[in-house]
């Protein structure tokens, strides 16, 4: 069974063989498609995958004068640019098919160097539900007159967020896949995964897994489950002094004595006349003068 998720649903029977040579007999396809026009040099666009599988086939818009490579990523963590989740996969590079690339320029040569390109790709899993991101590593993408993908955005260089979205279709083959951290230098790598769901942790200066203590230039090993921060590690290191700080780790020069009064760092002192001062109920003597 073939389901097309797109702007007008459509719902087609065949079968197919996806990315991962097996026969796939669950495909989804993800589109937006209509006419060329809008905006052009696009370079992005985010999408929801409908279901867990694989990618196997990506259609698009895309400028014939210009080279053509895309990437499926992450969708970035909150806050961050919206380019800068994992690539999970890439396609082959195409093209050019003419030149110059100022052609991809609507404004200069209208939309007669854009058309459809089919573009396959390997190791492409998606988790459904989530974002991800079609960019373009190189070349273009366009839009169309009156087309709108409903959950997802488009990107290009002097905007984040053109009014129309990217002309794409997507193949998506329904079948389970493990998801999880790939990167064996991880501290939480799952050798089972078979594609990355950004989950990757390293260990930190504590050796805790995806910890937060870090490496101060003065105190060493400090936050996270370290126990120590940048408050904490300064202090008096001197045993003698009323204020020693046996879990400091920097002398700060804050050391005190007892005064007289026992006060640690009081001003009280010694006298013919005893303690005075501080916090004892003798105030200083004062000087007094002959007129």
């Known amino acids: 069974m073939r389901l097309i998720t797109s702007g007008l649903l459509l719902v087609l029977i065949t079968t197919s063989i996806y990315g991962q040579n097996d026969l796939c007999f669950d495909e989804h396809i993800i589109s937006n498609t209509d006419n060329i026009c809008g905006v052009g040099l696009i370079t992005g666009q985010s999408f929801v995958a409908p279901a867990t599988g694989w990618i196997d086939t990506i259609r ?13 990523r992450l969708a970035p963590n909150d806050g961050q640019p919206w ?18 690339v100022s052609n991809c320029n609507p404004s200069i040569n209208g939309w007669l160097s854009y058309d459809w390109i089919e573009l396959t790709i390997q190791g492409a899993g998606v988790e459904e539900g989530k974002s991800y991101i079609l960019e373009f590593l190189q070349g273009y993408g366009s839009s169309g007159c009156n087309s709108e993908y409903s959950d997802g955005a488009a990107y290009f260089p002097f ?10 279709e997507i193949e998506l083959c329904e079948q389970d896949i493990n998801f999880g951290c790939i990167d064996s230098n991880a501290c939480n790598y799952d050798e089972q995964a078979e594609i990355t769901n950004g989950s990757c942790l390293e260990e930190d200066c504590h050796g805790d897994c995806g910890g937060l203590a870090f ?20 202090g008096c290191l001197n045993p003698a002094s009323c204020n020693f700080d046996m879990d400091a780790l920097i002398d700060d020069g804050s050391c005190e004595t007892e005064d007289c009064m026992s006060v640690c760092g009081g001003e009280a002192y010694l006298t013919d006349c005893g303690c005075i001062g501080g916090t004892s109920r003798f105030r200083k003597p004062i000087a007094l003068t002959a007129v």
């Open 159 to 168: 905007s984040n967020a053109p009014l129309e979205d990217l002309l794409f």
């Open 83 to 100: 380019n800068s989740g994992e690539i999970i996969a890439t396609t082959d590079v195409i093209g050019p098919a003419e030149s110059p």
């Open 215 to 234: 490496q101060s230039a003065d105190c060493g090993c400090i936050g996270g489950g370290t126990g120590f921060s940048e408050e904490t590690c300064y």
């Open 60 to 72: 698009v818009v895309h400028c014939s004068a210009s080279f053509t490579e895309i990437a499926i």
